[in-house]
């Protein structure tokens, strides 16, 4: 009995210790953490929507809580005013969730640019729905007031040949994170108006 | 003493290299030596893990009780693991994911547990940190000259420079699974007349 103590206590020692000493690590790499993630899974397609912004709209970022999630709003600053924001909404795709990165204008509402962040469609075919500029810059200017549907469901967006689905699945990712938008804008401009960039260049 | 200590380390460099005299963790070792810079990424993380569960396990062998030395082990061995996977995460992060799932399979790779269990559990403290240093750094340089020829005629580049000129058509051969296993036997040939 007491030897089968002395093994349980050893053990229950070692994962403590253990435990007690990775939760510590843990916590003081994950803003770092949190920050490279965002930056080499998002920030490509970031920083081409946010085109001749003056600051780093990963740092520049805040989060709003909507019911249990967090969503994750980056700001663009441009002519010295936090003139644009971005937000990721996911829509079904070929495969799986097309993640899609939106950037909005806030004073005109108009779509500034779009970009995939993450997706699992056939390389070759559906990917191209991240790879084909012409096929996102379709999405540019455009006002949010409308509903973006592919051509073949009677909407304003040629999709891509042969990846109907994927990019319709891109078109709902859009028509979520407006939605979102709409939903989070009060709360965005409270945000905005009293923002504090972190990283501006002149 | 001094004089042991450092023969536990320099026996890590060549009498007891892994993975060509050890031959143990060949897993990672065909895996991630596609590349130079992967290869020294995955040597560092194996050298810290290494050096720090040995001395941890140096420091508590008397009294770790027998029948779970290994649950234990392999504990101090997870720990080390996480805390490099965090921080390479958070520092290194493409090299983080080149390496992909191998980091955390350091902790199943028997170099390590056959180092606690074969040297450290038996050892004190200062040999049984050198003979970590020792098996961790010549475990990195074996990676790296793996890494080195497989990169140089695969890829023509090294550490992602080109090495031949444009002409040069890269032997994709060396950078599949195949050429691991190839290059490595040979190198183990190679090592093998050596020793003769």
């Keep these: 009995m007491r030897d089968i103590l002395k093994l349980f206590l050893a053990v229950t020692i070692f994962s403590a210790v253990s435990g007690g000493l990775l939760s510590l690590v843990r916590s003081s790499t994950r803003a770092r953490i949190e920050y490279q993630q965002l ?139 407006i939605a979102l938008y709409k939903k989070l804008r009060p709360e965005i401009l409270k945000r905005l108006k009293n923002f504090k960039s972190k990283t501006l260049r002149s | 003493m001094l004089k042991r200590v450092f023969r536990e380390f320099i026996k890590g460099l060549w009498e007891e290299i892994p993975p060509f005299r050890l031959v143990l963790g060949l897993c990672p070792t065909l895996a991630v030596t596609k590349r130079v810079e992967d290869a020294i990424g995955m040597g560092l993380a194996v050298i810290f893990v ?88 010549g475990y990195t340089l074996s990676l790296t000259a793996l890494a080195a020829i497989r990169e140089i005629f695969g890829y023509g580049t090294f550490f992602n420079i080109p090495v031949f000129g444009p002409s040069f058509k890269p032997f994709s051969f060396m950078v599949k699974a195949p050429g691991a296993f190839v290059c490595l036997g040979l190198m183990l040939c190679i090592m093998n007349m050596f020793k003769k």
């Design chain 1, 39 to 177: 930056k080499f899974v998002k920030g490509p397609t970031l920083k081409e929507i946010m085109k001749g912004c003056q600051n780093d709209p990963i740092t520049d970022r805040f989060k709003i809580k909507v019911g249990k999630k967090e969503e994750t709003i980056f700001v663009g600053i441009f002519n010295g005013q936090p003139r644009a924001i971005a937000l990721e909404a996911f829509g079904k795709g070929f495969h799986g969730p097309i993640g899609v990165l939106v950037g909005i204008d806030v004073k005109t509402n108009k779509i500034i640019g779009i970009g995939v962040t993450t997706h699992s469609e056939t390389p070759g075919v559906g990917a191209r729905v991240k790879t084909d500029p012409t096929f996102r810059a379709q999405f540019k200017g455009l006002p949010i007031t409308q509903t973006f549907k592919v051509k073949a469901d009677g909407g304003q967006i040629d999709a891509i040949t042969g990846a109907t689905i994927s990019s319709r699945g891109v078109c709902n990712a859009v028509n979520n994170a």
């Design chain 2, 50 to 137: 290494l050096t720090c569960s040995n001395v941890i396990v140096s420091s508590v062998r008397n009294f770790i009780p027998k029948q779970v030395r290994i649950a234990c082990f392999i504990v101090v061995i997870a720990t080390f693991v996480t805390i490099v996977e965090l921080v390479m995460q958070a520092f290194t992060y493409h090299i983080y994911q080149a390496l992909g799932i191998f980091i955390p399979l350091i902790v199943v790779n028997c170099i390590l547990l056959g180092r606690a269990e074969a040297f450290a559990s038996k050892n004190g403290i200062i040999y049984s940190f050198a003979d970590g240093l020792g098996i961790g750094i």
